[in-house]
C-alpha cells in the first residue's frame, strides 16, 4: 500500500531523516518507533505533504506522491491525526465530523448559498454519515459540544472520527496516546483494531506507548537519529540489541546504573 | 540636473528620517511585546501640534516646549497602555489590531476637537540662512531633522544594546513567562516601551513640523510608511527600519520630483505591498526568526 | 437555517415592509438606505472576518471599485445600470483574487496592513485617474431596471433593503453549509484542513472574493442613489467605520453586522450637534466595544435571552 523509498530531509544543518525506506502492507498496523528527536513526525509530515523531502520518493498505492500538496494526498486517501491535537476547536464535535466529508461532497458558494434541492440532499447524507461515525467511536452523546470543551482522550478519539470521515485507505496516528491514561489507551488501542478490523484501513502509528505498540502492531519500524535501524514483527524487535541500545543505552551503562543504585 | 537630484534627495533625506522614527517607534513597541501598534503616527502629531501649543500659544521658551511636549507625549503612550493594553486578558491578535486602531482614532478625535482641521508651523529650531550644495538649497531645520534621528537612533541603540532595560525588554517579547521567571517585571516593560515609542514618534513630529507643517489627520499615512520602513528592515531592526525609512522617503521625493506628485503616496503603498508579499521577514532578516515571535 | 435565524429574517422583511408607512419622511429613509448600503458590505466582511478568520482592512478599495466601474459604464459606455452594476462586482471580483493570491501566506497583522494598503491604493487610483479626480463626477444615473427608473426615496429604500434581504439569505444559508463549515474550519486550524482535503488556498480566494463582491453592490448602490461620487468617500475612513459596523454589532454573527451597520450609520446624524466631537466618539464607541463588549451586540443579546429563557424553564 505505501512503500517509503530512500526519503532524506534536512532543515538547515540538522539532517533529520537518512534514507529512510520501509513497506506498509495493505490492511497491516505499522508502527513507527524510535527515541524522541528520531525523525518520526518529520516523516509522517513528509508522507502527508507537509514537508518536501531532499531526496527520496513516496508511493501510495502505485502513485508517486511527493510532489503533491497536502490537501491533494489528502483526497487520494491518506488522513491522519497531529502529536498537539488539531480539531476545529469552535466547532461542535458533531461539526468536526462533518467537515471531514468535505472532501467526499460537492456543494459550492452558489449552491450553497441559494439552498438548490440536490444541496439539501447532500446536506442530509453528510449529517446522516457523520452520525454513524460518531456513534461508531462512542462520541454521540457529544455530539452538540465543542470540541475544545472536550477532555483529551475525547479530543483525540474524536480527531481520529475526523479522519474516518474522509473515507481513507491510510491514515496516519501521531502519538495517539500521549497524555492518555490506562484506560483511555486500552480503548483507544480497541478503535485501532476495529478500524482495521472492520473498515479496512491500513494503519501507520507514531508512538511512544510501548505496551500498545506491541499489542496491536503487525510490523514495526525502528528509527533512530534519522535512520532505520530496525524493521519487522514485534516480537523481533523486542530482541533486537540495536533497538535495545537506542532506547536505553549501552549495556555497560545499565550494569553502571544498577551499581549506583542498587 | 544635479542641483535638482540633490534638491530630491534631501527632501526625501528630511521626510524619509520621519519615517525612520516613526518605524523604530513600531520597533520598541513591537520588541518588548510583539504588538504592531497602529496608533504610532498619531504620536508623531501630538510632537508637533503639543509644540506649537507650548512654544506658540503659550509662548514657553523653546527647551521648555521641547521638555513638556515630550513629557505630554509620553504621558499619552503611558494612558493608552494602561488603559487599553493592560487590562486585556489574553487578546486574541485581531483584538490588539482592532484596540490599537481605535486609539488611534480616539487621540485624533482629540486633536481634531482642540486644534480643527488647520495646519500648524512653528519657527525651526535655528535661525539662519539655508545652506546651498551644489545649487541646492537645504534649509537649516533638515539638518536638525536629520541629526535628531541620528541621535535618536545611537541613543536607542546604546539603550538596547548595553543597558539592562533595554535587554529585559528585548527579552519580554521573545518569551514573557520566561522573562518573567527570570524576574524581569514584564508589564512594566511593556509601559516602558509604549512611553519610549510615543516619544521617539514625538520627537520627528516635533522636528519635522517648521517645515512641512502639522494637521491632525497626518497620522495614518505616517504610520503606514512608518511601518513599511520597519518591514523593510525586518520587524524589530532599528537598523533596518532607519534604512527602510530614508529608501522609501528618498523614493517617494524623486516620484514626485520625477514623475507625477499625485502618486507620491503611492510609492511606500507599492513597496509595503510588494515586501508584504514577497519578502514579508523584511529584506535583511531571516524567516526562522519570524516564527520565534508569539503573533 | 436555524429557528432563530428564520424568525429574524421573517421580522426583518416585516420591518422593511412597514418602515416606510410608519415613518415615511425623507430624512428617515435616506439614513435607513445608507443603514442598508452600508449593512450590505458589513455582512461580507463580516463572513470574511468572523468565519473565515482573515482581516481586512481595505473593504473601502472595493466599495470604490464598485461605485465607480458601475457609474463610468453607465454614463460613459452607456451600458444599463444591472449591467454595469454586474460588471462593478466582476471586477471588485478580479480585484480580489489579485489581492487575495498574494495575501495567501499572509496574517494577522501583515493581512491586515496588506489589505489597508491595497485599499488606500485603489483609493489613490481613483484620485488620480478616476473621471473628474479629486473632485469626483456627477450625473450617474438613477437605478434603472427594463426602462422603469427609480426616483423616489421609499423606491430605493425597498431597493436596497429588498437587496440586502436576498444576500442576507444567502449568506446565512452559505454558513450553514459546508462551505460554511469549511469556513470555519479555516479559520480554526489550516493545517487539519489541509490533511482533510480541504483546498484552504481556494477557500480563502473565494471567501475575499465573497466580501469584494458584496461592497462591489453596495458601492454601485451607492453611487446610482447619490448620482454624484469623489473619491474621498472611499477612503481608510470607510473601511474602519465598515469594520467598527461589523466589531460593535459581533464578528460572529451576521445579524450583527446588519445591527452595527444601522447603529454606526444612525449614529452621526445624533452626532449632528457636536460636530467636532464625532472622530472622538466614534473612537471612544469603538474602544469601549472592544474592551468591555468584546463580543459584540448580537452575540451579548442572544446570551441575555438564553440566560432568561434558562430561568423561565427552571422556574416550572
Known sequence: ?262 | MLTVFLQFLFSGLTVGAVYALVGIGFNITYNATSIINLAQGEFVVIGGLMMWFFSESLKLPFFVSVVLTIITAGLVGLLMERLTIKPLKNPDLLLMIMITIAVSIVLRGVLMFFFKKDPYVYPAFTEGEPLSIYGAIIQQQTLWVIGITGFCIIALFFFFKKTIIGKAMLACAVNPTAAQLVGINVSRMVMVSFILSAIVGAIGGMAITPISLMEYDKGPMLAVKGFCAAIMGGLGSNRGAVLGGFIIGILESMTAGYIHSGLKDAVALVILLLILFFKPAGLFVSKAMLQLRKY | MKKGDASAFLLLLFLIAVLPIFSGSAYTLTVGIFSGINALVAIGLCILMGYAGQVSLGQAGFYGIGAYVSSVLSVHAGFPIVVSMLCAMAVAAFAAVILAIPALRLKGHYLAVATLGFGEIINIILNEWGPGGPSGFGDIPHFNLFGYTIHSTTGYFYLVWGLVAVVLFFSINLIYSRTGRALRAVHDSEIACNAMGLDVAALKIKVFILSAVYAALAGSLYAHYVTFISPSSFSLFYSILVLMMVIVGGITNVWGAIIGAVVITVLPELLRRFEELDVLVYGLILTVSLMFFRKGLVPILIEKIKKLRGFAVVKR
Not at chain 1, 508522507?47 to 501510495?60: A, C, L, Q, R, T
Not at chain 1, 500538496?69 to 486517501?77: E, H, L, M, V
Not at chain 1, 460518531?134 to 452538540?144: A, E, F, S
Not at chain 1, 534519522?226 to 523486542?238: H, K, N, S, T, Y
Open chain 1, 1 to 262: 500500500m505505501l512503500s517509503v523509498k530512500e526519503i532524506g530531509k534536512s532543515f538547515g544543518g540538522l539532517t533529520a531523516l537518512r534514507a529512510v525506506s520501509f513497506d506498509v502492507r495493505q490492511g497491516d498496523i505499522k508502527a513507527l518507533i524510535g527515541p524522541n528527536g528520531a525523525g518520526k513526525t518529520t516523516l509522517l509530515n513528509i508522507i502527508s505533504g507537509i514537508h518536501k523531502p531532499d531526496n527520496g520518493e513516496v508511493v501510495f498505492m502505485g502513485e508517486k506522491i511527493v510532489h503533491l500538496t497536502p490537501s491533494r494526498i489528502a483526497r487520494k486517501g491518506i488522513s491522519r491525526t497531529f502529536q498537539h491535537v488539531e480539531l476545529f476547536g469552535n466547532m461542535t464535535v458533531l461539526e468536526n465530523i462533518m467537515v471531514g466529508r468535505y472532501a467526499k461532497t460537492k456543494a459550492g458558494f452558489f449552491s450553497s448559498g441559494f439552498k438548490l434541492a440536490s444541496i439539501m440532499k447532500e446536506e442530509e447524507k453528510i449529517l446522516q454519515k457523520s452520525g454513524e461515525i460518531l456513534g461508531y467511536i462512542n462520541l454521540g452523546h457529544r455530539k452538540d459540544e465543542l470540541a475544545s470543551n472536550l477532555p483529551i482522550g475525547e479530543q483525540r478519539v474524536l480527531e481520529i472520527g475526523r479522519a474516518l470521515a474522509t473515507e481513507p485507505h491510510l491514515i496516519l496516528l501521531d502519538e495517539p496516546a500521549a497524555g492518555l491514561n490506562i484506560k483511555e489507551t486500552r480503548d483507544l488501542g480497541e478503535i485501532i483494531r476495529k478500524i482495521r478490523e472492520e473498515l479496512t484501513i491500513t494503519i501507520v502509528l507514531v508512538e511512544h506507548d510501548m505496551e500498545l505498540v506491541m499489542r496491536i502492531s503487525d510490523s514495526i519500524t525502528v528509527l533512530n537519529f534519522g535512520e532505520v535501524i530496525a524493521d519487522g514483527a514485534p516480537l523481533e524487535i523486542q530482541k533486537n540489541r540495536e533497538v535495545i541500545i537506542a532506547y536505553l543505552g549501552e549495556e555497560e551503562e545499565i550494569q553502571k546504573g544498577y551499581n549506583a543504585h542498587p
